[in-house]
T-cell receptor
Framework: AQSVAQPEDQVNVAEGNPLTVKCTYS??????LFWYVQYPNRGLQFLLK??????LVKGSYGFEAEFNKSQTSFHLKKPSALVSDSALYFC?????????????FGGGTRVLVKP | GAGVSQTPSNKVTEKGKYVELRCDPI?????LYWYRQSLGQGPEFLIY????????DSGLPNDRFFAVRPEGSVSTLKIQRTERGDSAVYLC?????????????FGPGTRLTVL
């Protein structure tokens, strides 16, 4: 079965500092990995995805993520955080061999960027 | 263009009642998904449609839950004999084509409260 772990419930960072949100996954086949962000009272918004190719993928709003197969990780990063980045972040995985099209989400990490 | 829309945005019902939740996907998206998000958790997969047919309903918790997509566009999630444990935010998402590589676009959700 596929699974995703986000080990930190909350990440606090000062505005302008680098932001990292951790994600590890477990699949039986090749993983397709996604990051979504959720603002209060709004739906999930897609940030970026890894399907194949370069391990470093760039996405919306200056975010990027690095796929590390040996560590089964897909950490989300932003070089310089903004107060407006404060939100709930979800990592998700799709295992095409074992689980078809459904996404399995992690429990979420709340990011708080302080001015 | 318009995103995924869901109605109602909030639904309060009494234990034992029947409810219907509606999802309008992005025009042209053939894949449609339902997820359930409980407080403080990530979304959990319920069911996936490709066109009019349910390609994967493995996430439906029991036979009180049922979903349809009769014309391959709008979908309705139906819950019979609601229980307090059904209280959650129900999210709908859609994606292009077969959906394997494509990100899912989420609606704002329907918050269901069962009293």
């Amino acid at each position: 079965a596929q699974s995703v772990a986000q080990p930190e419930d909350q990440v606090n960072v000062a505005e302008g500092n680098p932001l990292t949100v951790k994600c590890t996954y477990s699949v039986s086949g090749n993983p397709y990995l996604f990051w979504y962000v959720q603002y209060p009272n709004r739906g999930l918004q897609f940030l970026l995805k890894y399907i194949t190719g370069d391990n470093l993928v760039k996405g919306s709003y200056g975010f990027e993520a690095e796929f590390n197969k040996s560590q089964t990780s897909f950490h989300l990063k932003k070089p310089s955080a903004l107060v407006s980045d404060s939100a709930l972040y979800f990592c998700a995985v799709r295992d095409m061999i074992a689980a078809g099209n459904k996404l399995t989400f992690g429990g979420g990490t709340r990011v708080l960027v302080k001015p | 263009g318009a995103g995924v829309s869901q109605t109602p945005s909030n639904k309060v019902t009494e234990k034992g009642k029947y409810v219907e939740l509606r999802c309008d996907p992005i025009s042209g998206h053939t894949a449609l998904y339902w997820y359930r998000q409980s407080l403080g958790q990530g979304p959990e997969f319920l069911i996936y449609f490709q066109g009019t047919g349910a390609a994967d309903d493995s996430g439906l918790p029991n036979d009180r839950f049922f979903a349809v997509r009769p014309e391959g566009s709008v979908s309705t999630l139906k819950i019979q004999r609601t229980e307090r444990g059904d209280s959650a935010v129900y999210l709908c998402a859609s994606s292009q084509g077969q959906g394997e590589y494509n990100e899912q676009f989420f609606g704002p959700g329907t918050r269901l409260t069962v009293l």
